[in-house]
């Protein structure tokens, strides 16, 4: 292969292995303070959640949009030097 070509894939496989680590440690998270946590202040946290959510949802096609462009933009940016 490449040097260029296993350069990309390795970027997107970081890229892909960061968001799973995120998504785990959020998880994580939330089964550590959920059983910690007074009823009345999880749920707090869960309104607060959903409301983040809300709020975000009709934006994420554009946040999505605006993320792959960025990535490719680094990715051609990286090939550059």
Do not use: F, H, K, Y
Not at 5 to 10: D, E, Q
Not at 33 to 55: E, F, K
């Amino acid at each position: 292969m490449r040097p260029v070509l296993v350069t990309i894939i390795g970027r997107c496989l970081g890229v892909l292995a960061g968001l799973l680590l995120l998504g785990i440690v959020m998880r994580l998270t939330e089964l550590v303070l959920r059983p910690v946590l007074p009823p009345w202040l999880m749920n707090a946290l869960d309104q607060g959640w959903s409301t983040l959510i809300s709020i975000l949802s009709p934006a994420l096609g554009p946040i999505a949009a605006i993320l792959i462009l960025a990535g490719l933009g680094w990715v051609i940016a990286s090939r550059r030097r």
